[in-house]
């Protein structure tokens, strides 16, 4: 069975996808969120884009003003064009990557052959060249962190079309909108310990905390990869157990605030004392950082046995692998069985997306997942009281 069909597509006019599929060479990649999952609060990076276009006709180069992309005279064959990715799959179309072009790369094998790699890089890199005047007086104090987002994009000039945000668990102080915004955005996000990312479709996406443990794709296993003894899916999967994860003080502070600590003496004693720390939160009360310091800990005081990262062969069994492949997004629950040589009992584990590539030729397709273990996020984790939380209540 053939892999998914790849449609490359070019705003060379504003408003207008120009599809350059024709043209396309393998090997094509994308990359988006994290790609390491080494803090309790993780920071997504700008996703990426690389696809190679054949040139040997000169339409992709921009000297050439007898091209097809050429406007008054001009080329159109720019940087910051839009570009977008999306995958076909019977009768499902998926976006993979939607951003901006940074460069067209033209390479020359004697007179006989052209090819053009493009990159491109998605919605943080407008988000982070955006720098922005301070307001005064400062605005939107006592407002949730999803508010906040809100007003951030709105101040950045970001497409309201192009955004998915949700109502914060958090309240944050005011701000006076000033630097860039992607900066600002971020902080927010850590502030609430959700999820700030661009989707495949390009859409900013803010997730609040409490998404883990209420959102269906995350409260429950959306996908399955290796349960079978008889048919074993093609993938290969990397466990360990290391540091990375391992906090087991966490100091945090609000700006203009007191430092908040939470601390397990059990796993200070047994692992020594690893501390994290973050001093910049915008969270508008002290016990809101207590409770934000509390959250943490409890994610992060034990070392963990973990999978890290899942490389799945999709072109060993399309039928089967295809959809998931390209249907899962950041923040999606799966559920890995390994079964090591030697015997035993198969190593299990729920894991969250926290990162998703793709590597695709003419003849393979590779999918990788950065993944973040979702040993704690399960039922009994969400309980609700009004005041401090103790061992087992590690929400607010």
């Known amino acids: ?139 939107g104090a006592g407002e949730t962190t999803g508010a906040r987002i809100t007003r951030i994009l709105d101040s950045a000039g970001w497409s309201g079309t192009d955004r998915d945000i949700a109502t914060g668990n958090s309240i944050v102080q005011a701000t006076d909108l000033s630097g860039d915004a992607l900066s600002e955005l971020q902080r927010v996000a850590e502030s609430e310990i959700g999820e700030l990312y ?57 700006a203009g605030g007191a430092e908040r600590t939470a601390g397990d003496s059990a796993s200070q004693t047994k692992n020594t004392t690893r501390t994290y720390q973050k001093s910049d939160l915008l969270l508008e009360s002290d016990v809101d950082v207590g409770n934000w310091a509390q959250w943490v800990l409890y994610i992060s005081k034990d070392p963990e046995v973990r999978f890290d990262e899942i490389r799945i062969h999709v072109h060993a069994d399309p039928a089967n692998l295809a959809l998931p492949a390209i249907g899962r997004e950041i923040g999606d629950r799966i559920q890995i069985w390994r079964r090591p040589p030697g015997g035993g009992s198969p190593i299990v584990r729920d894991c969250f997306i926290r990162g998703v590539a793709h590597e695709v030729t003419q003849a393979t397709w590779v999918t990788t997942w950065t993944l973040q273990s979702a040993t704690r996020y399960i039922s009994n984790f969400f309980l609700l009281n009004s005041g401090t939380l103790n061992s087992n209540i590690v929400s607010y």
């Open 1 to 139: 069975m053939s892999l998914p069909t790849i449609i490359v597509e070019v705003q060379f006019t504003s408003g207008v996808w120009t599809d350059v599929s024709s043209w396309l060479q393998a090997p094509m990649s994308i990359r988006r969120g994290s790609t390491r999952v080494d803090s309790p609060v993780i920071r997504y990076e700008p996703g990426v884009a690389t696809v190679r276009l054949k040139n040997s006709d000169r339409r992709f180069d921009p000297t050439h003003l007898s091209g097809p992309y050429v406007s008054g005279g001009v080329s159109q064959v720019t940087a910051m064009r839009p570009l977008r990715i999306r995958a076909l799959w019977g009768i499902n179309d998926v976006g993979l990557f939607r951003g901006y072009i940074d460069v067209w790369d033209i390479d020359w094998i004697a007179t006989v052959h052209s090819v053009v790699t493009v990159t491109a890089t998605d919605a943080f890199k407008i988000l982070a060249n955006k720098k922005r005047i301070a307001v005064d007086p400062p605005v």
């Open 198 to 254: 661009v989707n495949g479709l390009g859409k900013v996406v803010f997730r609040n905390r409490h998404a883990l443990l209420l959102d269906s794709r995350s409260a429950n296993v959306v996908a399955t990869f290796g349960q079978s003894v008889t048919s074993p899916a093609p993938f290969e999967v990397r466990l360990n157990t290391d540091d990375a994860t391992l906090w087991n003080e966490v100091i945090a502070q609000r």
